[in-house]
């Protein structure tokens, strides 16, 4: 898959969203929703404050763009994210019938995309998403790399581990 132009601004903005949660103590992943080159939603890691174990970045993009357009079919929308999804994101896009994904970095330890599993190119579910991978990949690694030597330098705080 081809990387455009407009990938690397939007995928800026996801960044942006991923420092947001860095700073909240959150595992910084960002994701920027888009429809013909325009934000309909933004949002980033919030597992953290809300004690919810399903509020990743992708799955609160996927809700706010569904209710935005009024439309739970997600196939003319690009997904920006500095993370590969984990397998809960990737069938959640699946079932959104999302058009196009586009992510940063690999997880070798729980993606749903490339690393772990293939979900999105998977023939035997109902719909394949568009994938474009590694689009400002140092960039995303470095801010996760960043935290977790942070988090780890810090003394673990009794229930916030992963």
């Given amino acids: 898959m081809d990387v455009m132009a407009s990938d690397l601004d939007f995928m800026t903005c996801a960044i942006r969203e991923a420092k947001k949660a860095f700073k909240k103590g959150e595992v910084p992943v960002g994701a920027v929703l888009v429809i013909n080159n325009g934000i309909i939603a933004q949002s980033f890691n919030k597992k953290e404050a809300s004690f919810d174990p399903t509020s990743h970045a992708e799955i609160s993009v996927l809700k706010s763009g569904a209710r935005t357009i009024r439309n739970w079919r997600l196939s003319d929308a690009t997904l920006y994210v500095t993370k590969e999804p984990c397998i809960m994101c990737a069938g959640a896009m ?41 689009v400002m990949e ?25």
Avoid: T, W
């Avoid at 690694?141 to 229930?159: D, N, S, T, V, W």
């Fill in 94 to 134: 699946v079932n959104a019938r999302l058009g196009r994904l586009v992510y940063g970095c690999q997880d070798s330890k729980g993606g749903g995309v490339d690393s772990l599993y293939h979900l999105l190119y998977d023939k035997r579910l109902n719909h394949q998403v568009e994938v474009a991978s590694g």
């Fill in 138 to 162: 140092e960039e995303c690694a470095i801010l996760l790399k960043q935290f977790f030597q942070e988090r780890r330098a810090k003394p673990m705080i009794q229930g916030s581990e992963d």
